[in-house]
């Protein structure tokens, strides 16, 4: 259901665009645009019975719907078996299951006027009429019948009535009335036209204008007793009562009920209204009450008195006062098509309605009370009062709030005593108000509440500085001071044994002996949370004479009240609440007591009942005020019974009587329904929302590999948030999924097989609805289905059994040849192997003495030549030294190759030591990039350092670590042409690392698995674009290995590389954390 919050625009009385019936005999359907719309509708006249003085406010709940934009009028409302409603509209019929609107078409988009619903829906259009039925997939589709229809009877223009009754369905246009059986088209012409059409009691009726009131009886169009009056008498309404009896509403003779061979007026006093705000359609309603709607002044609720109980108009919340249907819900729930493409929705089957800032309520309540008959609610903006009204007649405001003014400061707590009220305010203290005037009692800061002594001659103020004694002396109220307790007092409960009970502002409860002119406290005993009471706030009640402390935790009482006063303490007293199901205990919200009744705000629930030896046995719900409510709850119930909850910005007014028939907002058994499957990969629908019904429990297929989106809907109107669902799928998950607000789900990874979807709904009562089931089956691939294992299975006999022969015949030939070369075989292998190992052992180890040899035989003349470099730079100029630049170029090159082999040699031959020391990995990475950033930015590089910033220590040999961060700075800067070069430093799992990453060539993915092999470069040959002899990446890997660590490579070619050194991580030495 679409629980987006209600905006009301208070139109009064704008007709828009074309209006169905007419509004006098024998008219033509057209647009009332005659009646003017700059003049105030007419009220309901005085003489016109009514209910007693009102103090209702707006309809709860109550909903403004707008269904699509396209739509301008909405004509007709009906409602389907599952729940759904289906709106008549100037495009198609709009369904809506209380979540979503979805629009149906007609054949040819034509106007829809009418809708029935029974097994089926069906539609009466302009020229066309039909019934909607789901597709192959499940999308219900309009069907049209005109083609059972003779030609020369079509062109019949609009049906404006369309009726379900005795198995059959009829449509009525003008001319004619068809009968629809579900095999043939039966047809009744008027002689005159027809005007309107009712089922009531099972029969059909329907006004002819040259006839008057017709009932179908055997196939013929009878006139009834005293029919032929109606003759020039529009009808609106048909209903009968328990008794059998006709009721008709119409215009010009208001409401009638059948009195033997006639029919006498219910209203005789509504009939100017009815007229002049044209009656337009009806509908019976529970209780023996009837709505009728108008097209100039909303709906007028009546009941079977003819007296007027309600009128929903625009300062009910209706946008527009033009309705053009009215249709009573499976749930109560009232709708209104409105003649602006709106529905409006309102609850009339319960006593409950709602004041808010449309009634000129505003501000967070804080206590509501009565006195003298009028309702006061404090605010946090003020005091209101709450003007109720003797009627409501359209144009006229429902009960409305106004501000007390008189610039009284925020009242926190109220009492009427002998007669007047008194108000305790948030400043200065105590008022008394009478009328529009105050006077103030006390001068103190703040008065938090006010209680009743126990022999009523006068009030206990609980202040911020103790407790006021408040009484009334010679017409005046004054208020004194009670001595002996110093304290900020939020509560005070005064017992007939003399003893005052105080609750503090902090956790404490306070037990007082008052001498005998209540004056002074002669003795005192405290009690906190060691003895047994709740934290936070607690409030003081006494029930059947005994001290009851009430706090958001429960209701508490004196566990041993026969011991002495130091010896008390107190536990939650379980026989004042209700019974609870489930492990938390809800809150308890709020709390209120008059004599042996209480009434409690549990959680979200509503309760009352009636104590008996200090029990309650007879708890039962208030059912309609079950839905979700804040924390800070305000409740009050007046000397008539009607409860009065104030929940934040709204005031809810509860008005049923002992043992009224209440029914409950939410259908008993109700179900949610499957919506939509779809297939989101291609967004291509599976099953539409109706099942069919030839066979409805049937699997739906669905292909092997397609994931599952499913859309649910719970079709409950009374409430006043959307339910809540759960899942889950038999056959794959036997647990519910979590409750969720969401009524959408998808579902992944099937395997072939039969499955069976469930879904099941909470409402906002907590109400399990019924489990709905929906069977899928999973459709195997072609080669995974029957036949193809048929085939695999045949296929596989004959290979086995071929190749059983084949392989028998060759095997016994070749089985004693193999044995004997088997042997010989061994011995040669492993003589050759003996030998080849024993030349690679000694290949390897004159390479690795020939690299060892000449690299250092090669270093020492190349440093000297370097060396002379130097000196002859000094003695030449101009040109000459470009060609010594270029022989310190090579030679430096020439060099960190004989390094680079010497290294390898050494690391292969394992002479090289490896000393671990605690080591600061940023401190390394700063050195070593500050080394290369020059390098980075002669080539025109950006060249970042990130540090982590935080100790990051790891046992090192810090001297390989240098050259392991060098080689792969140096490579990102080599083969970067432009972009970043950025190094970084961070921990992750236990290790430490550094990142060199670059907007470089990359590595192609096919050289990663050769890229630290020795002398393996992704470019070889002459045309290779980048220098080096690729044993840089292998040296520094197994340097890494050596520590401990590993080099991890991230890369794509053309954008870039990602390399990264990790190690364990160490803990940071002491002298590093002594420096710090």
């Not at 019948?145 to 449509?171: A, C, M, Q």
């Not at 003007?387 to 926190?412: C, K, R, Y």
């Not at 629908?685 to 499913?710: I, M």
């Amino acid at each position: 259901m679409n629980h987006q919050a209600i905006k009301f625009s208070g139109l009064v009385g704008l007709l828009v665009g074309l209006l169905a019936f007419p509004c006098a005999a024998g008219a033509q359907p057209t647009s009332p645009s005659g009646v003017s719309s700059a003049q105030d509708p007419p009220s309901v006249p005085d003489s016109v019975p009514r209910t007693v003085s009102s103090e209702r406010g707006f309809p709860f709940p109550s909903q403004l719907h707008s269904p699509l934009d396209r739509s301008t009028q909405t004509w007709s409302i009906a409602q389907d078996r599952r729940g759904l409603l289906y709106v008549a509209s100037n495009h198609g019929i709009l369904q809506y299951d209380g979540e979503q609107w979805n629009r149906i078409l007609t054949a040819s988009d034509t106007p829809t006027r009418s809708v029935a619903a029974d097994s089926l829906v069906y539609v009466g259009a302009r020229s066309d009429f039909g019934y909607l039925r789901p597709d192959s997939v499940g999308t219900l589709r309009y069907h049209s019948l005109l083609d059972r229809i003779p030609k020369e009877k079509r062109g019949f223009g609009d049906v404006w009535s369309t009726h379900t009754v005795g198995g059959n369905v009829y449509f009525q246009s003008r001319k004619y009335l068809f009968r629809w059986d579900g095999k043939k088209i039966t047809t009744w012409t008027s002689e005159g036209e027809f005007h309107t059409s009712f089922v009531a009691g099972h029969n059909l009726y329907i006004r002819d204008t040259d006839q008057g009131l017709l009932r179908l009886e055997g196939g013929r169009l009878r006139k009834i007793i005293g029919g032929e009056k109606f003759s020039d008498t529009p009808i609106y309404m048909m209903s009968v009562r328990p008794d059998g009896r006709l009721v008709i509403a119409t215009q010009d003779r208001g409401l009638l009920v059948q009195k033997g061979e006639s029919f006498r007026s219910l209203t005789p006093d509504l009939v100017p209204f009815l007229s002049q705000n044209n009656l337009y359609h009806g509908t019976s309603l529970s209780g023996g009450r009837y709505a009728l709607a108008t097209i100039r002044a909303g709906v007028v609720v009546v009941n079977s008195n003819g007296e007027v109980v309600r009128v929903l108009d625009d300062s009910s919340g209706l946008p527009v006062d033009v309705v053009n249907h009215v249709f009573s819900g499976r749930e109560g729930q009232l709708w209104m098509a409105l003649n602006n493409g709106q529905v409006f929705q309102a609850g009339l089957s319960i006593p409950l309605t709602v004041h808010d800032e449309r009634t000129s309520l505003r501000g967070t309540i804080r206590e509501i009370h009565k006195h003298r008959g009028t309702t006061y609610v404090a605010t946090e903006t003020g005091l209101h009062v709450l003007t109720p009204t003797t009627d409501q007649s359209p144009g006229e405001q429902s009960a409305q709030f106004e501000s007390w003014g008189g610039n009284l400061p925020v009242v926190l707590d109220m009492k009427t005593a002998e007669g007047d009220l008194l108000v305790a305010t948030q400043q200065n203290g105590l008022y008394h108000l009478e009328g529009r005037t105050k006077r103030q009692i006390g001068g103190w800061e703040r008065t938090w509440s006010l209680t009743r002594a126990s022999d009523g001659d006068l009030l206990y103020a609980a202040t911020t500085d103790g407790v006021k004694r408040v009484a009334r002396r010679n017409g005046q109220w004054t208020a004194s001071p009670i001595s002996g307790l110093d304290a900020e007092i939020r509560s005070v409960a005064s017992r007939e044994d003399g003893t005052l009970w105080a609750s503090t502002f902090g956790d404490r409860v306070i037990r007082a002996s008052l001498s005998p002119d209540r004056r002074r406290i002669t003795d005192t005993t405290s009690y906190g949370i060691g003895d047994g009471l709740p934290t936070g706030y607690k409030g003081l009640r006494l029930i059947e004479g005994r001290l009851t402390i009430y706090s958001p935790e429960g209701l508490y009482q004196i566990a041993n009240p026969s011991g002495l006063p130091g010896e008390y303490t107190f536990g939650r007293q379980r026989s004042l609440l209700p019974e609870t199901s489930g492990e938390t205990t809800p809150i308890l919200k709020a709390f209120y007591n008059v004599g042996d009744r209480l009434w409690l705000v549990l959680g979200d629930r509503v309760l009352t009942g009636t104590v008996q030896s200090n029990a309650v046995d007879d708890w039962s719900e208030i059912s309609p005020l079950h839905f979700p409510k804040s924390e800070a709850i305000s409740v009050f119930v007046d000397d008539v019974g009607t409860l009065w909850l104030g929940d934040q910005l709204r005031l809810f007014r509860y008005a049923a009587r002992a043992g009224a028939d209440v029914p409950d907002p939410a259908p008993p058994g109700f179900a949610p329904l499957i919506r939509r499957l779809i297939a989101p990969k291609d967004n291509r629908l599976l099953y539409g929302g109706t099942p069919h019904r030839e066979d409805p429990g049937s699997p739906l297929p669905v292909r092997y590999g397609e994931d599952l989106r499913v859309r649910v809907a719970s079709p409950q109107y009374g409430t006043t948030t959307p339910p809540e669902y759960r899942y889950r799928l038999l056959g794959r998950d036997d647990e519910w999924s979590d409750w969720s607000s969401a009524p959408t789900r998808r579902f992944n990874d099937f395997w072939e097989g039969t499955y069976r979807l469930q879904v099941q709904a909470r409402n906002e009562r907590g109400q399990l609805s019924r489990i709905t089931s929906f069977p899928l089956e999973i459709i195997p691939p072609w080669y995974r289905s029957i036949w193809a294992y048929l085939v695999y299975g045949l296929g596989f006999l004959g290979l086995a059994y071929g190749a059983r022969r084949f392989y028998i015949v060759k095997e016994e030939k070749r089985q004693a040849r193999r044995r004997v070369q088997k042997l010989e075989r061994e011995r040669v292998v492993a003589e050759r192997l003996k030998k080849a190992n024993d030349r690679l052992r000694e290949a390897n180890r004159l390479k690795e003495d020939f690299l060892a040899t000449t690299s250092h035989e090669l270093r020492t003349p190349l440093t000297n030549i370097l060396g002379s470099l130097e000196v002859l730079r000094g003695m030449m100029e101009g040109e000459e030294t470009e060609f010594l630049d270029m022989i310190e170029e090579n030679g430096k090159r020439l060099k960190r190759t004989l390094n680079a082999l010497l290294d390898l040699s050494m690391l292969r031959s394992g002479e090289e030591d490896v000393e671990l020391t605690p080591t600061s990995l940023d401190e390394c990475v700063e050195r070593v990039a500050s080394d290369l950033r020059a390098d980075a930015e002669e080539k025109g590089l950006s060249f970042r350092v990130d540090l982590s910033g935080a100790p990051m220590w790891a046992d090192l040999d810090e001297q390989y670590l240098e050259q392991i961060l060098r080689n792969l700075i140096e490579n990102a800067i080599k083969y970067t042409d432009e972009g970043v070069v950025a190094v970084s430093t961070g921990t992750a799992e236990g290790r430490v690392y550094a990142e060199v990453e670059d907007t470089g060539i990359g590595i192609d993915e096919a050289f990663l698995p050769d890229l630290f092999e020795e002398f393996k470069q992704e470019s070889r040959g002459r045309s290779r674009t980048y220098e080096g002899n690729g044993l840089g990446l292998a040296i520094s890997a197994r340097l890494a290995d050596q520590m401990d660590g590993a080099i991890r490579v991230e890369t794509e070619k053309h954008k870039g590389s990602r390399f990264r050194v990790e190690f364990p991580r160490s803990s940071e030495p002491a002298e590093a954390g002594a420096e710090g």
